[in-house]
């Protein structure tokens, strides 16, 4: 049989990182296994962070970078590798993972959460040919051209403020009256001069053939464009623990701050689990709340 690790990490973005560095200096065996190379975390999608305390204004690949070098410096590691399936026998979990397979006490899950589809017509057709769902990563491409962003919330008016910085014009179009941001950003985005809000607007199609050039509103209104944006909101990544441990209606795993599942030696962090608020420094906490309860788990078997 394989060596019987104390912890396994599920997934190497805010919360996977921080339960590293709270892990290895807690002297846990361990590892963290993270799909990406350069660590897929959601936070490599935003340019500019601005409210993660200690850093005024930070670019998102830069803070992952710091948390990642922080766990590397404590010898914290890692692995590159997809969590496929996990399943637990006799108080022992067996992590397969595309590459490898790993057996752990308890495991850490923080998957994360990927960005939800807008389920309309072109949206699947025109996916990298005018549609896109990560502004920071594809905005280049329309430099002095007119883009919409679709969706109300945070990220949609982060990606309409990165945007108007390269395009000509930017259009936000939401389907309520009014945003559903921050307060700070939705004043930068009506000081922007080239953005223009467009409330109680409800996509119909994204249209083009070679690649997207229009938006059609379910109103019959027809919106001229060279790219859209879909900002729509997020769904977790819950799908390889969802017959092991109690999902809410949404996917989300649930779990209170100290990260305990359903299922014993099962904790959750981050924007996986159930919770008010999802951001980066409420991911960490819970980075750092799951070892510490993983430690006294440990402590109990
Ligand atoms: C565009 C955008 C802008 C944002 N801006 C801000 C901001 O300004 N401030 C802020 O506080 N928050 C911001 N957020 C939210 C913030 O990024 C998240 O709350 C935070 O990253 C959650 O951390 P996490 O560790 O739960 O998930 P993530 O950071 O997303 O990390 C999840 C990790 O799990 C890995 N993974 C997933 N599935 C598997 C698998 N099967 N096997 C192995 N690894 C896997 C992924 O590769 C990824 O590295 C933003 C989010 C987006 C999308």
């Known amino acids: 049989m394989s060596e019987i690790l104390d912890l396994v990490i599920c997934g190497g973005g805010a919360a996977g990182l921080t339960s590293a560095v709270y892990a290895a200096r807690s002297g846990l065996d361990f590892v963290l296994i993270d799909i990406s190379s350069s660590m897929g975390s959601q936070i490599t999608q935003t340019s ?24 590397k410096a404590l010898n914290a590691p890692m692995v590159n590798d997809e969590v496929q399936e996990i399943t637990k026998e006799n108080g022992i979990f067996t992590i397969k993972c595309a590459q490898g397979e790993y057996k752990t006490r308890t495991v850490i899950y923080c998957s994360g959460a990927s960005h939800r589809e807008l389920g309309v017509k072109g949206e699947k057709e025109l996916l990298g040919r005018g549609v896109g769902y990560c502004a920071v990563c594809d905005g280049f491409f329309y430099r002095n051209k007119t883009v919409v962003v679709v969706g109300g919330g945070n990220t949609a008016v982060t990606d309409a403020l ?20 921050e307060k700070i950003l939705v004043e930068r985005l009506e000081n922007a001069e080239n953005v223009e809000l467009m409330f109680n607007s409800e996509v119909a199609e994204i249209l083009g053939e070679k690649g997207a050039d229009g938006v059609l509103l379910k109103s019959g209104d027809k919106i001229d464009c060279d790219g ?13 623990v969802k017959s092991l441990a109690k999902l ?47 430690n006294k788990f440990l402590d109990t078997v």
């Open 48 to 71: 500019d962070v601005d409210n993660y305390t200690g850093f005024e204004k930070v670019n998102g690949m830069e803070l992952v970078m710091k948390f990642y070098e922080h766990a």
């Open 162 to 181: 990165y945007l108007s910085k390269i395009c000509k014009k930017v259009i936000l179009l939401h389907r309520r009256d009014s945003l559903r941001a």
């Open 228 to 240: 859209v944006f879909i900002a729509v909101g997020i769904v977790p990544r819950s799908e390889t």
């Open 248 to 294: 809410d209606n949404n996917g989300y795993i649930v779990a209170d701050e100290s990260g305990k599942t359903s299922l014993d030696g099962l904790f959750a962090a981050g924007d996986v689990r159930t919770k008010a608020l999802r951001q980066i420094i409420t991911a960490c906490s819970d980075g750092a709340n799951c070892v510490d309860s993983v």
